[in-house]
């Protein structure tokens, strides 16, 4: 089975800084795109930011110059260093990656169970 577990959440104050990490682990014979999605309370899950792996990087409009997606293929882990934080980012941030077990298996996309970020003074 392959799992993808989101650290680093928290409470922290508007305009301070969060690092999130998410490591894949289990059978995996490549990792492609990789990516961040978050979803408010009474929202709908939305896309924040997502890299490839080669290294090309995306973003949702609000997360452009204040977030930063990076990827350690050696570690199978993404993060996302979110800075000058809004209230408006609290949100359960999730990963997710398009993962091939096998030369003979499709890419299929596995989801991390989130990890929590408050914004709040």
């Known amino acids: 089975q392959v799992q993808l577990v989101e650290s680093g959440g928290g409470l922290v104050q508007p305009g301070g800084s969060l690092r999130l990490s998410c490591t894949a682990s289990?059978?995996?014979?490549?990792?492609?795109?990789m990516g961040w999605y978050r979803q408010a309370p009474g929202k709908e899950r939305e896309w924040v930011a997502t890299?490839?792996?080669?290294?090309?990087?995306n973003y949702e409009p609000s997360a452009k110059g204040r977030f930063t997606i990076s990827r350690d293929n050696a570690k199978k882990t993404v993060y996302l260093q979110m800075d000058s934080l809004k209230p408006e980012d609290t949100a359960v941030y999730y990963c997710?990656?398009?993962?091939?077990?096998?030369?003979?298996?499709?890419?299929?996309?596995?989801w991390g169970k989130g990890t929590l970020v408050t914004v709040s003074s």
């Open positions: 997710d990656a398009n993962i091939r077990r096998g030369i003979m298996y499709a890419d299929m996309r596995y």
């Open positions: 289990g059978i995996i014979f490549s990792i492609n795109d």
């Open positions: 890299i490839t792996n080669g290294g090309s990087t």
